[in-house]
């Protein structure tokens, strides 16, 4: 089944315990990107990835780190974390091919920073 | 970031048309999506317009006009299934690859 997976799906931690959240797709798509969403303000974009080792910032990447080494996974790290990170995060993947703009998104990552 | 407008919240009976409409500042625009979002649940793809005017996809259309800044989404015969949130995302022509939501519109739909 295609499918983009992150894990874990729930996360409580502490303040400056570093973090990794997982994101797998299994479509070969060269797009991915991490988005985190809060109520009253929608989906904002952390960073995104054109392909393997292209990696940009979106509109909140300040206390995020991304990598890309290969196609499938896209990992989002909190060196250390704040509770101002509390937030639930979706991890998305697109083919990136102009005829074709669906973002699937995986299910959602909700973390608590205490 | 630039601003993107549309309604908090709508409320419509099952049956009827519900319409979204979105705005945004049109200076840099490269795309306008629609994602529906049920509650709990990962946003799901709906829609994408790049050039005016409508794009039909069974019960849901969506519509552009990128001389005005506007875009509404068109929810017809409405399914009590159709209650979620609504997105409305831009790309932006500085980067293919970054998106900027609304802040959703919640639509509910009453028997």
């Known amino acids: 089944e295609a499918q983009v997976t992150q894990n874990p799906r729930y996360l409580i931690t502490v303040t400056g315990k570093k973090l990794t959240v997982t994101c797998s797709q299994n479509m070969n798509h060269e797009y991915m990107s991490w988005y985190r969403q809060d109520p009253g303000l929608g989906l904002r974009q952390i960073y995104y990835s054109m392909n393997v080792e292209v990696t940009d910032k979106g509109d909140v990447p300040e206390g995020y780190k991304v990598s890309r080494k290969e196609k499938r996974n896209f990992p989002l790290i909190l060196e250390s974390p704040s509770p101002n990170q509390t937030s639930l995060y979706f991890c998305?993947?697109?083919?990136?091919?102009?005829?074709?703009?669906?973002?699937?998104f995986g299910p959602g990552t909700r973390l608590l920073v205490l | 970031g630039q601003n993107i407008d549309q309604p908090t919240e709508m409320t419509a009976t099952e049956g009827a048309i519900v319409q979204i409409n979105c705005t945004y500042q049109?200076?840099?625009?490269?795309?306008l999506f629609w994602y529906q979002q049920h509650a709990g649940e990962a946003p799901t793809f709906l829609s994408y317009n790049v050039l005016d005017g409508l794009e039909e996809k069974g019960r849901f259309s969506s519509f552009l006009s990128r001389s005005k800044g506007y875009s509404y989404l068109l929810l017809k015969e409405l399914q009590m299934k159709d209650s979620a949130s609504y997105l409305c995302?831009?790309?932006?022509?500085?980067?293919?690859?970054?998106?900027?939501f609304g802040a959703g519109t919640q639509v509910v739909v009453t028997p």
């Open positions: 049109t200076s840099g625009f490269n795309g």
């Open positions: 995302a831009v790309r932006w022509t500085d980067s293919w690859g970054k998106f900027q």
């Open positions: 998305a993947s697109s083919t990136g091919l102009a005829g074709d703009q669906t973002q699937y």
